[in-house]
């Protein structure tokens, strides 16, 4: 069950850029790596925050019906699409199609397709790859000391 609503303010190509383009990067780069065996993308607990509320949200990657233009699009026709636009347009338009899916939080949009990417991307043969949903990342409990924490970002840069 799921009942945290997360609304952050992002402007879409940034997030996009953020998460799936920068994800896609990485992916790329590791594929280099000769000794790689695993790659793990961190995501959030908040990514299917468009599931009914109280309905059973299983550890799965749920498929979007993503659509441009009323066309049916797989993640990255959409991401390609919405990276050329106007970023004003790309956002009136990833919004609407986030209200059409019931997403609540761009973040969570942006995070749901990236796993998209990471589970439809091969990096190469006999590399396992994993997602991991927290649901909070923040300070430390022990060193270099409680509480310590390396940027600003989330909750704890507010303090």
């Known amino acids: 069950m799921h009942t945290l609503l997360i609304r952050l303010p992002l402007l879409w190509v940034c997030c996009c850029r953020d998460n799936y383009l920068s994800t896609q ?3 790329q780069f590791s594929s280099q790596f000769v000794n790689l065996r695993a790659f793990v993308h961190t995501s959030t607990f908040f990514v299917n925050n ?10 799965q990657i749920y498929p979007l ?9 797989d993640h990255k026709q959409f991401v390609t699409a919405i990276m050329d636009m106007h970023p004003q347009i790309a956002s009136r338009v990833a919004a609407q199609l ?7 939080s761009t ?7 990236t ?9 190469k043969p006999g590399v396992a790859k994993a997602v991991v949903r927290p649901a909070l ?3 430390v409990a022990g060193e270099p000391y409680p509480g310590w924490i390396s940027g600003y970002a989330g909750s704890p840069g507010y303090c």
């Open 137 to 139: 990342i923040s300070g």
């Open 65 to 73: 019906q993503l659509q441009l233009g009323g066309k049916p699009v």
């Open 98 to 104: 986030m209200q059409d899916l019931d997403f609540t």
């Open 115 to 123: 796993e998209q990417l990471v589970n439809s991307t091969c990096i």
């Open 25 to 27: 990067r990485l992916m």
């Open 107 to 113: 973040y969570a949009f942006g995070k749901h397709l």
């Open 50 to 59: 468009y599931l009914p509320r109280n309905s059973l949200v299983k550890e």
